[in-house]
């Protein structure tokens, strides 16, 4: 009986075997593919440019001739002059128009032209942080910072949240803490400053730094409802610990009796 049932799965195996042969096989349906890719001749596809749109704004015309119209041959020239910023690896694009809107006036002249436009704001330097960050660049992400205000662009608390929000986004609150003890002989911290710090510490899961965190927000800004959440976040920290359930209720309570957070 055993043997019976072992010549039936044979028999099945062998008509499926058949079938198989019978139909297309996968590599001959993807053939075609392959030889219409690896042929030179084969036609690729178009997108318009910003050259197909009628009546573009000024500023976003400005921009695309930036992106469009930049010679590799001249970023070795711009990286070459000390004030001027590296470009991205994240995009040829977002590294030409980085690149012609933070180099010097003499490196280049869309440096004059995007200032004069309005095309180098926050949002601009909060990108090139971004993509210094991204790759590994703090330094010069920092540096970045500590130039804007040559392009019109005020060091402020605002942005120096960009810049720690960018870091520590990265998985680099160290390097965030390093700079703001520097920055803050300059620039007042303010309760998103402390915030985006002590997000950082509970992504890494560092209770003791976000203890060191939370007592220099205390003492620079104070008992503030309005900065709950950052309250909230040290809260979820302190349970990471292994006896921190105890410590949180105690932080609670005390915040309870400041009234910065509700009975």
């Not at 499926?16 to 996968?26: D, G």
């Not at 980085?98 to 003499?106: I, Q, V, W």
Request: hydrophobic fraction near 35%.
């Amino acid at each position: 009986m055993g043997s019976n049932k072992r010549r039936q799965l044979d028999d099945h195996r062998l008509d499926a075997n058949k079938k198989h042969q019978q139909s297309p096989s996968s590599s001959s349906a993807t053939t075609p593919n392959t030889q219409s890719s690896s042929n030179p001749s084969t036609k690729r596809p178009t997108f318009p440019s910003y050259l197909d749109i009628p009546n573009l704004p000024p500023k976003i015309k400005l921009l695309c001739e930036i992106i469009a119209n930049t010679p590799s041959s001249s970023v070795e020239a711009v990286l070459a002059t000390p004030a001027s910023m590296s470009p991205s690896p994240t995009s040829s694009k977002s590294s030409s128009f980085l690149t012609h809107s933070l180099a010097p006036p003499s490196s280049s002249s869309a440096g004059p032209s995007m200032r004069r436009e309005g095309l180098v704001s926050l949002a601009t330097f909060a990108s090139v942080f971004d993509s210094y960050v991204i790759a590994g660049r703090v330094k010069e992400a920092i540096m970045t910072f500590e130039v804007m205000d040559q392009y019109g662009c005020p060091r402020d608390v605002v942005a120096l949240n960009s810049l720690l929000s960018a870091i520590c986004r990265d998985g680099k609150n160290v390097d965030a803490v390093e700079f703001l003890h520097v920055a803050s002989n300059v620039i007042k911290p303010d309760a998103d400053t402390y915030a985006i710090l002590l997000e950082g510490w509970e992504k890494e899961m560092n209770v003791l730094s976000a203890r060191q965190t939370f007592m220099e927000m205390i003492r620079d800004i104070g008992w503030d409802p309005v900065n709950v959440p950052a309250y909230d976040t040290f809260l979820c920290t302190l349970l990471m610990d292994r006896d921190g359930l105890d410590e949180a209720i105690g932080f609670l309570q005390t915040m309870k009796d400041r009234s910065v957070v509700q009975e």
